[in-house]
């Protein structure tokens, strides 16, 4: 073979590798021809005509995702920023729109969320902006559907994914809430320790009333003692005075005891007058004088009455 028939079989070759072309799995090409449009070729296997045909460009149909952020003032008069996420896919349908009548859709997209965002924005205080991002969203959204569907742009989401304000309005809002926080706990401790002084007092007056009571039963008991003691005493001849000097003898002379059994005592006797002592004195001895006879008398009735048993035995 002749070297001209090589040169027409490696240009044939070319010709047929030229004619053949492959478009990816979610991907749309589309093909011209001497610069008009002719068609367009879905993911596989396509054929063109060499030379004439040509592929003007492949358009991806994945879901993509265009970040704006915007600048704007709130209500109160706040700078914020805001970084808005918009998710969109071209349509398969309307891939010849979405090529042939935008060449900068990202462009395009992002002029139509500053308009939104700087509509919306201005109308809401900056702690309705935290609050109602959604509403911010969705109204992107919106926006965007019924602008981009005439260009073959189908958006999916419009999402705000951050809401930066100036720097000194962020550290005034963290000491706002740090003083919110410091005056609940405030709050709380306050109620605690005023639970506490109740609870406390509560457990004082029921202290006290049962102290009260335990008084009260106490001298019940010393009194209905003294009673019997009396009784006792007048049962073996004693009258009612009597009894009484000699139950204030014998108190007296437990009080002289127990004093002296504590080392750390003071006593003092009143009243310190000459007479008023020589008085209080009269009346123990003749205490005292009383109560001896009123043991003899008891010692006698004690005898007699056991000499009586042991006669009757």
Known sequence: MSLATYII????????????????????????????????????????????????????????????????????????????????????????????????PQDQITSYVFDVVRAVVPKMRLDDVFEKKDEIANA???????????????????????????GE????MNRINAAERQKIA?????????????????AEAESKRLQGQGIADQR???????????????????????????IVVTQHYDTLQSIGEETNSNLILLPNSPQAGSDMLNNMVASFSASNQIGEAMKAENQKKQNKENTEE
């Open 9 to 104: 079989i490696f240009i044939l070759i070319l010709i047929l590798i030229s004619s053949i072309f492959v478009v990816k799995q979610q991907t749309s090409a589309v093909i011209e021809r001497f610069g008009k449009f002719i068609a367009i070729r879905k993911s596989g296997l396509h054929f063109k005509i060499p030379i004439i045909d040509k592929i003007a460009g492949r358009v991806s149909l994945r879901i993509l995702q265009l970040d704006v952020i915007v600048e704007t003032k709130t209500k109160d008069d706040v700078f914020v920023k805001l970084k808005v996420s918009v998710q969109y896919k071209i349509l398969p349908d309307n891939v010849y729109d979405a090529f042939y009548k935008l060449d900068f």
């Open 140 to 166: 992107v959204k919106g926006e965007l559907n019924d602008a981009m569907v005439n260009y073959g742009y189908d958006i999916i989401k419009a999402l705000v994914t951050d809401i930066d304000p100036d």
């Open 169 to 172: 309005v962020k550290t005034a």
């Open 186 to 202: 405030a709050q709380y401790e306050g109620d605690a320790a005023r639970i506490l002084i109740v609870e406390k007092a509560k």
């Open 220 to 246: 019940r008991e010393i009194a209905r003692g003294l009673e019997e003691s009396v009784d006792v005493l007048n049962n073996v001849g004693i009258n009612s005075q009597e009894a009484s000097a000699l």
